[in-house]
């Protein structure tokens, strides 16, 4: 009977590409195809970091789902690379745009929404507690209209805070403020990018 252990942390198992194959369903050439990409990740042995590839492979497939509905086999033996090589271009293409996308301002990753949304909450929580200590002594001894407007300016404000957006909490590091006339090239505006995150 084969010995079997429980593992609590797989982040350093590493296996062969033989292995890996295996586990992917996919030929050694493609395994290695893989890696040069970027895709399987080495050690400096020469191993594959099981975990964070397969997790790296699975982000692939799941972006590649998402940009197109092609279905292809990565077995070498059916692999059509024109259709393969098309896709993946296509899928660069995407990345770029995105991230050109993400330059500009246009979209926002999800850590950068959910730390804004976050802190607002945080800061709309904190201003509706103090307003209890904060409003108490202008209500003392006054008639009700008048305890009802002061309640409710105390809350506008503090929705009006909730309320403010301001698109640049949002954007990610690599944004940039430009013209679109200014857009020559997105090499360009990547290099750029490049040179202000090193300052």
Wanted: aromatic residues 6%; proline residues 2%.
């Amino acid at each position: 009977m084969a010995e079997t252990q429980n593992a609590d942390d797989i982040s350093t198992v590493t296996v062969s590409a033989k292995v890996m194959g295996e586990v992917l369903s996919v030929g050694d050439r493609q395994v290695r195809n893989l890696a040069e990409e970027g895709i399987l990740v080495r050690n400096s042995h020469g191993k594959y970091l099981f975990l964070k590839s397969i997790k790296n492979y699975i982000l692939n497939l799941k972006i590649a789902k998402a940009g197109e509905k092609i279905v292809s086999s990565l077995d070498d033996d059916n692999l059509d690379w024109e259709k393969e090589k098309a896709r993946h271009e296509h899928l660069k293409s995407m990345i770029t745009e995105i991230n050109l996308q993400l330059i500009k301002g246009q979209v926002h990753k999800s850590e950068d929404v959910g730390r804004v949304i976050t802190d607002m909450f945080a800061k709309f929580r904190s201003k509706m507690m103090s307003l209890p200590a904060m409003l108490a002594p202008r209500l003392w001894r006054k008639a009700r209209e008048e305890i009802t407007d002061i309640l409710r300016e105390g809350i506008e404000e503090a929705l009006n805070e909730l309320a403010a957006y301001n698109p640049a909490d949002y954007y990610a590091e690599e944004h940039i403020e430009f013209e679109e006339d200014d857009l020559l090239d997105y090499k360009e505006i990547k290099e750029l990018s490049l040179d202000v995150k090193k300052n």
